[in-house]
């Protein structure tokens, strides 16, 4: 089948806008996450959004949902170093979550 | 404490070898999931269960069994180990299939 994709790393600077993008495989679905793995951690769900929702906004954390192009965005602003980490975004298939293979994004001071 | 925890966090064994991950949760929780996980392939799953008579095997179930020993306890073998299971692997619960929680991870490495 079709995989959940996006880019695989971004860098930049602390204080700057983070964006990172994701394409999924199902029209239905009815519930998008994005995850976030820290260094030598496990994944912890970061925020979702409902398919019927284009934006969800949470402090510095902006998502985005095209669903004609099913496109997924996660912007971060003010970008800080605590933010590097991987960030997965993930949909629901059947009982199964699917995940991209995840973006490192890379904060320099 | 941790709500989802997994013995051992870094196992070095070697190709042959029986190996036994083990996951426990506190979030009581009935879906349990094991997953692994390379660099630059994101996450795959490997089996999962809806409750303790209830287990599904996921997309990479070849060379791995799974013991679901009560609703706190979910286990993964490896029967005979083999280079090529080196990853690192993750436990997760969940109520329904979207929100998962995920435990540490166990790196484990087959010389």
């Known amino acids: 089948g079709e995989d959940v994709e996006q880019s695989l790393f971004l860098s930049v600077r602390e204080g700057d806008s983070s964006v990172i993008n994701c394409t999924y495989t199902?029209?239905?679905?009815?519930?998008l996450y994005w995850y976030k793995q820290e260094p030598g951690a496990g994944l912890q769900l970061l925020t979702y959004?409902?398919?019927?929702?284009d934006m969800k906004q949470d402090q510095r954390l902006t998502v985005l949902l095209n669903k004609k192009d099913k496109h997924l965005s996660l912007r971060i602003a003010d970008t800080q170093t605590g933010d590097s980490a991987i960030y997965f975004c993930?949909?629901?298939?059947?009982?199964?979550?699917?995940f991209g293979k995840g973006t490192t994004l890379s904060v320099s001071s | 404490d941790a709500d989802v925890t997994q013995t051992p966090r870094n196992r070095i064994t070697k190709t042959g070898k029986r190996i036994m991950l083990e996951c426990s949760q506190t979030?009581?929780?009935?879906?349990m999931y094991w997953y692994r996980q390379d660099p630059g392939l994101g996450l795959q799953l490997i089996y999962y269960?809806?409750?303790?008579?209830?287990?599904n095997k996921g997309e990479i179930s070849d060379g791995y069994s799974v013991s679901r020993q009560a609703q706190a306890k979910f286990s993964l073998s490896l029967e005979s180990a083999i280079p090529n299971q080196t990853a690192l692997y993750f436990c997760?619960?969940?109520?329904?299939?979207?929100?998962?929680?995920f435990g540490p991870g166990t790196r484990l490495t087959v010389l």
């Open positions: 199902d029209s239905s679905s009815t519930y």
């Open positions: 997760a619960t969940s109520v329904g299939p979207g929100e998962q929680f």
């Open positions: 993930a949909e629901v298939e059947g009982t199964a979550l699917i």
């Open positions: 269960s809806f409750d303790v008579k209830d287990i």
């Open positions: 979030k009581g929780h009935d879906r």
């Open positions: 959004i409902f398919s019927n929702m």
